[in-house]
């Protein structure tokens, strides 16, 4: 059925934060809770701080000596056609490694992994993962329409004791919702753009009673730069919030997604430098659906006992029609394979806090998880067999089931004068238990058929120390943390549909011990800093090892230490003069060094991991006057970086070079703006590669991913 066909049918929710010392949402008050007097976070000076950093205790998360960014979507023009580059220029250390496929997103961070469908990264919306399975298979295919999105929270450090698996660090995409008591409101937001590109987003909201409710549909499309390189992608969120009494809440999402994507094909060296918008794979396409509903409820207990509880359910397809590349005068493939991954998936997550003391706060809770996951694969000899094509020949049939089970605890005690130090130890106990069996082996693989499962259990600890201090009545803070994470293992280390994998050969945990030591705050009215250095150890890499040239096996080749600094700089010229008026120049940084420091991979030692360029910059400034205005011109400045952890040359025949090993350095400047026109009427444009850049930023196995050139976008919203 049509997803937006589905309308009358949705029900909805918001997400539901109750912070400590937090500024209001725009589209989301807080509950109504007790005033907690602490001297030291007095509205004056947490205030500024508060619009670049997370609250340091927001709902049931601690986030009190761990770095954490925020971007404010209410402070920066509309962000169009998925430019993530522009949404996370204001994040330091993130690499978006760039396609023109919108259907995959990827994400990197401080050389941890490759970006690759951002499996290193835990991605969230509104604390609910959004990988197509959490734990067995974390790729990310789904991406929550940035005109829906509120804020986005980037949280280091201890991001695995407060939501669990993924080294670091995790990104949370926190919606607009519902809104109790609001009056009815109605908008449409129309624009298009380069390469036939329309996007629209269209909401509905308003109240009745201790009811409320949000509607909004979207569609984004594009015929894309190059031949077979178009997509269409739609969507429907719908909201619903019930606040029977002051002190509870409940509410109702639903998230539907529908996307379609050609799949141009990569490209050779040779080929990008000649002719970067070449087709190789005129005939491949994939599909990605994803249909979630959310239940979450909040309830405050007398004066110092608040519950935060979150159960979902949801049903996940991929699929992917991929026939072999090949660009005349060389012969056309006869086959192509189309392979269907399904994802079924139940959660829950259930947190208590307790507040006691002066601004001390203890929380405890557990996450359950649930996923089952079958693969089939077929191959057609009708290059654009449909989806749903049936009389194909088998080639690939797996079962594939993931559990997930945590309980954690984590504390903020303050302490001293003005209670102005604070310390935060933290324990989480994580089991995962994957499991793949199989009854149809690709036949180009010998291995036996794979009946495996893993089951670990997986400590983890935290501890963080902090200091305010206040300078002219200015609030800053030092911190430090030091703390674990972890990486689950995939149904592809286990079960590899395609390498001859030794059958129980499962890899250990991947772990990641990381220290922070840092300083931030706001010394003078405008300005707001953050300096950080900081030492990851990742112990137990994942690699495919090849044993022979039929067998292979995935094991852990080795440990790596990633350490340098990242800071932060923004100074607004005008800081909210009395016109509501902004004028900011902001900057960050990340310096790197990353090296193997043991591998099972001879003469790896000493080389770095893949995706660690030594120098990240960001930079920018914003011009905004509330209700009139906002214009933004960013850049963004990468440094080399080799794509595979062997920092070799991929050689072709002859001795040529089929892939270079390093991906060139590369800058490249966006620039967006919004102008109310009326009180009603918004108009919107922008062009992202400004100076239309030739490079790229992502290169995978089978070739390079051409970035996007200059393109260009117009439009107006409308409100009612």
């Known amino acids: 059925?049509?997803?937006?066909?589905?309308?009358?049918?949705?029900?909805?929710?918001?997400?539901?934060?109750?912070?400590?010392?937090?500024?209001?949402?725009?589209?989301?008050?807080?509950?109504?809770?007790?005033?907690?007097?602490?001297?030291?976070?007095?509205?004056?000076?947490?205030?500024?701080?508060?619009?670049?950093?997370?609250?340091?205790?927001?709902?049931?998360?601690?986030?009190?000596?761990?770095?954490?960014?925020?971007?404010?979507?209410?402070?920066?023009?509309?962000?169009?056609?998925?430019?993530?580059?522009?949404?996370?220029?204001?994040?330091?250390?993130?690499?978006?490694?760039?396609?023109?496929?919108?259907?995959?997103?990827?994400?990197?961070?401080?050389?941890?992994?490759?970006?690759?469908?951002?499996?290193?990264?835990?991605?969230?919306?509104?604390?609910?993962?959004?990988?197509?399975?959490?734990?067995?298979?974390?790729?990310?295919?789904?991406?929550?329409?940035?005109?829906?999105?509120?804020?986005?929270?980037?949280?280091?450090?201890?991001?695995?004791?407060?939501?669990?698996?993924?080294?670091?660090?995790?990104?949370?995409?926190?919606?607009?919702?519902?809104?109790?008591?609001?009056?009815?409101?109605?908008?449409?937001?129309?624009?298009?753009?380069?390469?036939?590109?329309?996007?629209?987003?269209?909401?509905?909201?308003?109240?009745?009673?201790?009811?409320?409710?949000?509607?909004?549909?979207?569609?984004?499309?594009?015929?894309?730069?190059r031949a077979n390189s178009g997509y269409n992608v739609k969507g429907i969120d719908a909201n619903l919030l019930w606040t029977p009494s002051a002190t509870s809440r409940w509410g109702l999402a639903l998230h539907l997604y529908d996307a379609a994507s050609n799949d141009a094909g990569r490209l050779t060296y040779a080929q990008w430098a000649a002719n970067p918008d070449l087709t190789t794979t005129p005939a491949n396409r994939e599909w990605a659906d994803?249909?979630?509903?959310?239940?979450?409820?909040?309830?405050?207990?007398g004066d110092h006992w608040r519950f935060y509880g979150k159960a979902w359910a949801g049903d996940s397809e991929l699929t992917q029609r991929v026939a072999n590349p090949a660009v005349p005068p060389q012969p056309q493939p006869t086959v192509t394979n189309i392979q269907d991954a399904r994802f079924r998936y139940v959660g829950t997550d259930l947190r208590l806090r307790h507040d006691f003391g002066p601004g001390d706060t203890f929380t405890f809770g557990t996450v359950l998880y649930h996923s089952d996951a079958p693969l089939r694969g077929a191959n057609y000899t009708n290059l654009l067999a449909p989806r749903d094509a049936t009389g194909g020949v088998p080639t690939l049939v797996q079962g594939r089931h993931s559990d997930y089970a945590s309980v954690f605890a984590g504390s903020l005690f303050r302490f001293g004068p003005g209670h102005r130090w604070h310390i935060v130890p933290a324990l989480r106990l994580d089991h995962e238990k994957v499991s793949v069996f199989e009854t149809v082996r690709p036949p180009n693989l010998s291995r036996p058929l794979l009946n495996t499962t893993v089951s670990r259990t997986v400590p983890l600890f935290?501890?963080?120390?902090?200091?305010?201090?206040?300078?002219?009545?200015?609030?800053?803070?030092?911190?430090?943390?030091?703390?674990?994470?972890?990486?689950?293992?995939?149904?592809?280390?286990?079960?590899?549909?395609?390498?001859?994998?030794?059958?129980?050969?499962?890899?250990?945990?991947?772990?990641?011990?990381?220290?922070?030591?840092?300083?931030?705050?706001?010394?003078?009215?405008?300005?707001?800093?953050?300096?950080?250095?900081?030492?990851?150890?990742?112990?137990?890499?994942?690699?495919?090892?090849?044993?022979?040239?039929?067998?292979?096996?995935?094991?852990?080749?080795?440990?790596?230490?990633?350490?340098?600094?990242?800071?932060?700089?923004?100074?607004?010229?005008?800081?909210?003069?009395?016109?509501?008026?902004?004028?900011?120049?902001f900057a960050n940084l990340q310096l790197l060094h990353a090296r193997f420091v043991a591998s099972a991979i001879p003469n790896q030692v000493g080389k770095p991991p893949a995706y660690s360029p030594r120098h990240l910059a960001k930079a920018g400034v914003t011009w905004r006057r509330d209700g009139r205005y906002k214009l933004a011109f960013t850049g963004v400045f990468s440094g080399s970086q080799y794509w595979q952890d062997s920092a070799q040359d991929q050689p072709g025949v002859g001795g040529t070079v089929l892939l270079p090993a390093l991906i060139p350095a590369y800058s490249v400047w966006d620039f967006a703006a919004n102008w109310n026109l009326t009180p009603r009427i918004e108009l919107l444009g922008g062009v992202s590669n400004v100076f239309n850049r030739v490079y790229y930023s992502r290169v995978w196995t089978y070739g390079i991913e051409p970035a996007l050139g200059r393109t260009w976008y117009a439009g107006f919203k409308l409100s009612l």
């Open 1 to 225: 059925m049509p997803i937006l066909a589905t309308l009358p049918l949705l029900l909805a929710s918001t997400h539901l934060p109750a912070r400590q010392n937090a500024l209001p949402a725009n589209d989301q008050p807080p509950l109504t809770l007790p005033k907690i007097e602490v001297e030291r976070s007095a509205e004056p000076f947490w205030k500024p701080k508060l619009q670049y950093l997370m609250p340091e205790v927001d709902g049931a998360l601690i986030t009190a000596t761990t770095k954490t960014t925020v971007t404010r979507m209410d402070q920066i023009p509309t962000v169009a056609q998925d430019n993530l580059t522009q949404l996370f220029v204001r994040t330091p250390g993130i690499i978006v490694s760039q396609e023109q496929d919108p259907l995959r997103v990827n994400l990197t961070y401080r050389g941890l992994g490759n970006p690759q469908e951002s499996e290193y990264v835990l991605v969230l919306q509104d604390g609910i993962p959004t990988e197509l399975d959490w734990i067995g298979f974390p790729t990310l295919y789904y991406q929550p329409p940035l005109q829906g999105i509120r804020e986005v929270q980037v949280i280091r450090g201890g991001n695995s004791l407060l939501y669990g698996p993924e080294p670091a660090p995790v990104i949370n995409f926190v919606s607009k919702g519902a809104v109790a008591g609001a009056p009815f409101g109605a908008s449409t937001e129309q624009m298009i753009g380069s390469h036939g590109g329309w996007q629209t987003y269209n909401v509905v909201k308003g109240s009745d009673g201790d009811f409320a409710y949000r509607v909004a549909g979207w569609i984004n499309r594009s015929d894309g730069p």
């Open 290 to 301: 994803r249909n979630v509903a959310v239940l979450t409820h909040e309830q405050r207990f």
């Open 462 to 585: 935290g501890l963080g120390i902090g200091n305010d201090f206040f300078d002219h009545g200015h609030l800053n803070e030092t911190y430090f943390n030091v703390s674990t994470g972890w990486r689950p293992v995939r149904y592809f280390d286990i079960g590899s549909p395609h390498a001859n994998i030794i059958p129980g050969t499962a890899p250990a945990v991947q772990k990641v011990l990381s220290y922070e030591l840092g300083i931030h705050g706001t010394p003078t009215d405008g300005l707001f800093y953050d300096a950080s250095v900081f030492w990851m150890d990742f112990h137990n890499r994942i690699e495919t090892i090849n044993l022979s040239p039929i067998v292979s096996i995935e094991q852990n080749s080795g440990d790596t230490h990633n350490e340098g600094f990242e800071g932060e700089l923004a100074y607004d010229f005008l800081h909210g003069n009395s016109h509501g008026e902004h004028l900011e120049v």
